[in-house]
Antibody, heavy 116, light 110 residues
Framework: QVQLQESGPGLVKPSETLSLTCTVS??????????WGWIRQPPGKGLEWIGS???????YYNPSLKNRVTIFMEMSENQFSLKLNSVTAADAAVYYC????????WGQGTLVTVSS | QSALTQPRSVSGSPGQSVTISCTGT?????????VSWYQQHPGKAPKLIIY???ERPSGVPDRFSGSKSGNTASLTISGLQAEDEADFYC??????????FGTGTKVTVL
């Protein structure tokens, strides 16, 4: 049974970098079949696709976040990670990792607060 | 890349049917048969209930069905049950491995 689990700091200071990791168990992220991605949901609001990565190294980002986001894989750890630079209060959200392309598997989500 | 448009809320009595619309453009919903739907209960992660416009994952009741016409996709819940009360989101492929979600719809069972 494939499972995804997000981890990382729950509090980030304004202007700093948000860093999260998604650990995948039960399947190899290097299998080549799937892309792996990040989605976020501000409190009380809707879902926003952030971006995704394939084991080939190819990455795809939401145009609205493209200048601030990096997603990369750490194959040896069977993990993929998200970095979002220069965060503001608008980046506060529950961040989910998921398996694409149908988003059929999701992590439980991790809440990130932006505050000094 | 603008969010797909969904009604803010829909409601129905147990046993009734409700339909949620998801309107995009020819660059997303209308351009690909890759529309999916998710159910999200409070405090929980979204759950896939429809993919590729009409397909249901194993374990999802056949009360949930999807369709598409032009730039608008729809999710119909037939025989509404109390446990169907949740937020629902559509999502469409938008080309070059990018995706866009809908604004979300709250389903209330009266």
């Amino acid at each position: 049974q494939v499972q995804l689990q997000e981890s990382g700091p729950g509090l980030v200071k304004p202007s700093e970098t948000l860093s999260l990791t998604c650990t995948v168990s039960g399947a190899s992220i290097g299998s080549g079949i799937y892309h792996w991605g990040w989605i976020r949901q501000p409190p009380g609001k809707g879902l926003e696709w952030i971006g995704s990565v394939h084991y080939s190294g190819a990455t795809y980002y939401n145009p609205s976040l493209k200048n601030r986001v990096t997603i990369f894989m750490e194959m040896s750890e069977n993990q993929f990670s998200l970095k979002l630079n220069s965060v503001t209060a608008a980046d506060a959200a529950v961040y989910y990792c998921a398996r694409l392309r149908t988003f059929d598997l999701w992590g439980q989500g991790t809440l990130v607060t932006v505050s000094s | 890349q603008s969010a797909l448009t969904q009604p803010r809320s829909v409601s129905g009595s147990p046993g009734q049917s409700v339909t949620i619309s998801c309107t995009g453009t020819s660059n997303d919903v209308g351009g690909y048969n890759y529309v999916s739907w998710y159910q999200q209960h409070p405090g929980k992660a979204p759950k896939l209930i429809i993919y590729d416009v009409t397909e249901r994952p194993s374990g999802v009741p056949d009360r949930f069905s999807g369709s598409k016409s032009g730039n608008t996709a729809s999710l119909t819940i037939s025989g509404l049950q109390a446990e169907d009360e949740a937020d629902f989101y559509c999502c469409s492929y938008a080309g070059t491995y990018t995706y866009v979600f809908g604004t979300g719809t709250k389903v209330t069972v009266l």
